[in-house]
T-cell receptor, first 114, second 111 residues
Framework: EAQVTQNPRYLITVTGKKLTVTCSQN?????MSWYRQDPGLGLRQIYY???????DKGDVPEGYKVSRKEKRNFPLILESPSPNQTSLYFC?????????????FGPGTRLTVL | QQQVKQSPQSLIVQKGGISIINCAYE??????FPWYQQFPGKGPALLIA???DVSEKKEGRFTISFNKSAKQFSLHIMDSQPGDSATYFC??????????WGAGTKLIIKP
């Protein structure tokens, strides 16, 4: 089944404790991205990657890191999480960079930073 | 500053009625306008999309109306059903490949 998977689905952590949210897609997509979803703000892009070893900042990159060593994986790293990073996070992928390529989303990771 | 403004925040419609959600954008360079549907506990999924060379696109009960001069576009759901209850997001994109999202509309269809 073609899909985007994220792990973990739920995570409660404390301020300053490094964490990684994994994302993997099995559709051979070139483009992957991370979003955070907050009430009243819609989805905001954190980072995106147009191909292996190519990553770029989105609208809200502060406090986050990403890497794209393999085409299928795009982990999101929070080196020192803070309470304002409590949010619902989505990984997404699409075939290429054409605007009309459909973007597929993972099921989301709900992160709480205490 | 939000570049895509979506209204209303929430909407209650009777079964069989028409649901209408509106979006307005500022950047005239946007040339792709998708709508996404999100059910609780799930990621958003593409519902329907339009490019500015047409004024309307219809897929089943879902229609996008696009007004380029007013920089507005809207989603119409005809014969709304309880299964349509979800959060709907409009978005817009230009040549930088990034989607700019509206804040979302929570739609409830009352049986």
């Amino acid at each position: 089944e073609a899909q985007v998977t994220q792990n973990p689905r739920y995570l409660i952590t404390v301020t300053g404790k490094k964490l990684t949210v994994t994302c993997s897609q099995n559709m051979n997509h070139e483009y992957m991205s991370w979003y955070r979803q907050d009430p009243g703000l819609g989805l905001r892009q954190i980072y995106y990657s147009m191909n292996v070893e190519v990553t770029d900042k989105g609208d809200v990159p502060e406090g986050y890191k990403v890497s794209r060593k393999e085409k299928r994986n795009f982990p999101l790293i929070l080196e020192s999480p803070s309470p304002n990073q409590t949010s619902l996070y989505f990984c997404a992928s699409r075939l290429g960079t054409a605007l009309w390529d459909e973007q597929f989303f993972g099921p989301g990771t709900r992160l709480t930073v205490l | 500053q939000q570049q895509v403004k979506q209204s209303p925040q929430s909407l209650i419609v009777q079964k069989g009625g028409i649901s209408i959600i509106n979006c307005a954008y500022e950047n005239t360079a946007f040339d792709y306008f998708p709508w996404y549907q999100q059910f609780p506990g799930k990621g958003p999924a593409l519902l329907i999309a339009i490019r500015p060379d047409v004024s309307e696109k219809k897929e089943g009960r879902f229609t996008i109306s696009f007004n380029k001069s007013a920089k507005q576009f809207s989603l119409h759901i005809m014969d709304s059903q309880p299964g349509d209850s979800a959060t709907y997001f409009c978005a817009a994109s230009g040549s930088n490949y990034q989607l700019i999202w509206g804040a979302g509309t929570k739609l409830i269809i009352k049986p």
